[in-house]
């Protein structure tokens, strides 16, 4: 089975700062999610990786993603209150449907 | 174009009884999947449908069954519930198997 590790678990950061989430995977996946969720809310669509190599950017969050090293990264410029929140990545099965989720980051952005 | 939906959104139960949760995925989508997600266990695979056949399971009791319609509306159910069984659970449409998921805003369940 897929295993999914990220970190860190929690993650408190001053605006203005940047920082990259982790995500590594156990086995070999062509396809890498990265979710928001906000507190009582469901997840929410960021990014999806499909190559080994894909950038994605979407105002101050960038993903990427090497799967030779079975690796994505998630990195915040100069983050701002905002972008508060639970960060998930998944990856995908080789084999059906199903995502295999990290345990998630909680991100704190203090003023 | 409408998102998943899913019904009820909060449900309170006791021990020992029976539960069923519906999903309505995005109009055209066929690919539907249930996870559930709690704070110690994080989010972990349910079971995965595609025009009406479940393709996967994960590891979960028997307790735990699914089923798809024709219309591609999903339902959940779960049996003889347990204080563990207290989560999100949470549905996911795609277009296609192994196409992107658009998640629902899930049920809360409660056991007591």
């Known amino acids: 089975e897929l295993k999914v590790e990220q970190n860190p678990l929690f993650l408190s950061m001053q605006e203005g700062k940047n920082y990259t989430i982790y995500c590594n995977y156990s086995?070999?996946?062509?396809?890498l999610y990265w979710y928001r969720q906000d507190p009582g809310k469901s997840l929410e669509s960021l990014f999806v990786?499909?190559?080994?190599?894909a950038v994605k950017q979407e105002g101050r969050l960038m993903a990427s993603l090497d799967t030779k090293a079975r690796l994505s990264t998630l990195h915040i410029t100069a983050a701002v209150h905002d972008l508060s929140a639970t960060y998930f990545c998944?990856?995908?099965?080789?084999?059906?449907?199903?995502?295999?989720f990290g345990t998630g980051t909680s991100l704190t952005v203090i003023p | 174009k409408a998102g998943v939906t899913q019904t009820p959104r909060y449900l309170i139960k006791t021990r020992g009884q029976q539960v069923t949760l519906s999903c309505s995925p995005i109009?055209?989508?066929?690919?539907v999947s249930w996870y559930q997600q709690t704070p110690g266990q994080g989010l972990q695979f349910l079971f995965e449908?595609?025009?009406?056949?479940?393709?996967n399971k994960g590891n979960f009791p028997g307790r735990f069954s699914g089923r798809q319609f024709s219309n591609s509306r999903s339902e959940m159910n779960v049996s003889t519930l347990e204080l563990g069984d207290s989560a999100l659970y949470l549905c996911?449409?795609?277009?296609?198997?192994?196409?992107?998921?658009?998640f629902g805003p899930g049920t809360r369940l409660t056991v007591t």
């Open positions: 449908y595609f025009s009406e056949t479940q393709r």
């Open positions: 990786l499909l190559s080994n190599g």
């Open positions: 996911a449409s795609s277009l296609t198997v192994r196409g992107e998921q658009y």
């Open positions: 109009s055209g989508h066929r690919s």
């Open positions: 998944a990856a995908g099965s080789n084999t059906g449907n199903q995502f295999y």
């Open positions: 086995t070999t996946s062509d396809r």
